[in-house]
């Protein structure tokens, strides 16, 4: 196996830089080793001012999203011998503005899931001393893919829809908040259906379909979408059909 | 915005290109699957033309016909049958996705949703050529 | 402040139309776009197509074939063009083209149909 690596890294320092630029290093080509370790030996070893998120190097915490050859991936999750003899091109997460080198402003996604009420939303709660909510396997099941999601937001980068229209509310905010719509416990579908039946809401999607293949936790947004589509449209109708009926 | 200090970083941003979709294969291929839709509304295009044909009289469907038969007319009807073909396919695997249905707490796979309707394809097709072959 | 958007009206139409354009217009195609026109297959005369057309089924399954895919047509190509060209800010000039056409599309259908002797 050969020894080395080239890793072509986006750069940019705000307080000096117009435009990013690519700096070229050389690193170690070991078999167990993922761009994250390839990234922070090029921290430790060669230059200490590269910037990248990163933590659980495992795959759990959605830190370390990056764009890697042009695709968007968990860089804890990437292997380096699957790009040798390499070069691998390591750059920002798309459709993100870029802070500084190799980190994105992400705070666009976090507004629009605090938007979408990613919470149990109920009439009454419930006292604690009335007991827990009880929730069955099967009800469990119809939203656990969901809550898998773990906000990495390589979903938005693969997105096009979200590239081209900013105000797009995002494949992972749907689906968390499709995750509470099926939640058993949950009484707010009416006041998400507000919020989410909009333009830049559901409705913005066309169903690329980038955003599952690109998911690290399988969490099928796209699938989220369409079913959201669906309830969304059923009740519209129902509404047309029976419009004194109450929320 | 979120509450930021007096000298937030606008961060750098990069306009996507028109031609974004060439960039990835899937890209590519959900536009191609949308450029379908053009070659739907010629079908829609042709039936009408031949329905008007069909309301002019034998000699008028005659000449429809051998329009029909010009070359550029096939070259174009073979391009848009594969993308209507593509529609189908594309749209059928993606019926999966939009149902959710659940039997016994377990998802049904996708194969039971797409499945009926390949079958309901060729049926639906068998009987419109029989009619159109016999009837 | 949050009104509930009426797109659905568009998209269960865009879903009809692509049942309807995948389950019908292949087999339309591959007969009078190249079996018929080729001579791989018999083409029916004159008069049978007008009997399977003057039917009151077949004038109201030739307005399905002809409505409902256009409608299709109207939906996908109106978020091509917006993703495509990205002219999404002209989005009443693009709605006017994709959906108005379908409508005078349709209604010339009617028409025609309607003048099937």
């Known amino acids: ?247 | 915005m979120a509450t930021y200090t007096s000298y937030p970083p606008k961060g750098y941003r990069v306009r996507m290109s028109t031609y974004w979709w060439l960039g990835r294969w899937p890209y590519l291929k959900f536009i191609l699957r949308e450029i379908s839709s053009v070659f739907v509304a010629w079908f829609v295009i042709e039936t009408l033309l031949q329905i008007n044909a069909l309301i002019d009289g034998p000699e008028a469907w005659l000449e429809m016909q051998d329009f029909f038969t010009n070359p550029i007319v096939i070259a174009l009807n073979v391009i848009s049958l594969f993308f209507v073909v593509f529609h189908a396919i594309t749209w059928f695997n993606l019926a999966p996705k939009a149902m959710a249905v659940r039997l016994g707490g377990r998802r049904l796979p996708g194969i039971f949703i797409a499945g009926p309707q390949y079958v309901a394809w060729v049926i639906v097709s068998a009987a419109v050529a029989w009619l159109l072959l016999h009837g | ?117």
């Not at chain 1, 390591?90 to 990613?118: A, C, G, W, Y």
């Not at chain 3, 109106?78 to 349709?106: M, P, S, W």
Request: proline share 7%.
């Open chain 1, 1 to 247: 196996m050969a020894e080395q690596i080239a890793l072509e890294v986006t750069r940019f320092s705000p307080e000096r830089d117009k435009t990013p630029s690519v700096q070229s290093f050389d690193v170690p080509l070991r078999k167990e080793w993922v761009v994250l370790d390839a990234l922070n030996y090029v921290k430790d070893k060669v230059d200490g001012s590269l910037s990248f998120r990163w933590s659980c190097r495992m795959g759990v915490c959605g830190s370390c999203g990056m764009m890697v050859n042009g695709e968007p991936k968990l860089t804890c999750a990437t292997f380096l011998t699957d790009y040798a003899p390499g070069p691998v091109r390591v750059e920002p997460l798309k459709n993100f503005p870029v802070m500084r080198d190799l980190i994105v402003e992400i705070t666009d996604f976090l507004e629009k899931l605090s938007k979408v009420k990613p919470w149990l939303i109920r009439e009454k709660e419930k006292a604690p001393s009335e007991g827990e909510y009880l929730q069955s396997p099967e009800q469990l099941e119809t939203f656990r893919q969901f809550s898998m999601c773990i906000n990495c937001l390589l979903c938005y980068a693969a997105c096009p829809v979200y590239g081209l229209d900013p105000l797009f509310a995002g494949p992972a905010a749907l689906a968390l908040a499709q995750r509470y719509n099926m939640d058993s416990r949950d009484e707010g579908k009416s006041e998400r259906l507000d919020i989410l039946s909009q333009h830049d809401g559901i409705w913005g999607c066309t169903f690329v379909g980038d955003c599952t293949q690109v998911c690290p936790k399988h969490v099928d947004p796209a699938g989220a979408i369409q079913q959201y589509k669906l309830t969304a449209t059923q009740e519209w109708v129902k509404s047309l059909l029976m419009p004194w009926g109450g929320k």
């Open chain 3, 1 to 117: 402040m949050h009104k509930r958007s009426n797109e659905p009206f568009v998209w269960l139409l865009f879903s009809a139309g692509g049942v309807v354009a995948a389950l019908l217009i292949p087999i339309h195609l591959f007969l009078f776009g190249l079996a018929f026109p080729l001579g791989w297959l018999n083409a029916p005369s004159y008069d049978n197509v007008l009997a399977l057309a003057r039917s009151p089924i077949g004038r109201a399954y030739l307005f399905v074939l002809c409505m409902l895919p256009l409608f299709h047509w109207a939906h996908r190509f109106r978020y091509t063009l917006y993703d495509g060209l990205q002219i999404k800010h002209l989005d009443e000039l693009v709605n006017t083209f994709c959906y108005g056409g379908a409508i005078v599309g349709t209604v010339i259908a009617g028409y025609l149909i309607w003048r099937i002797p």
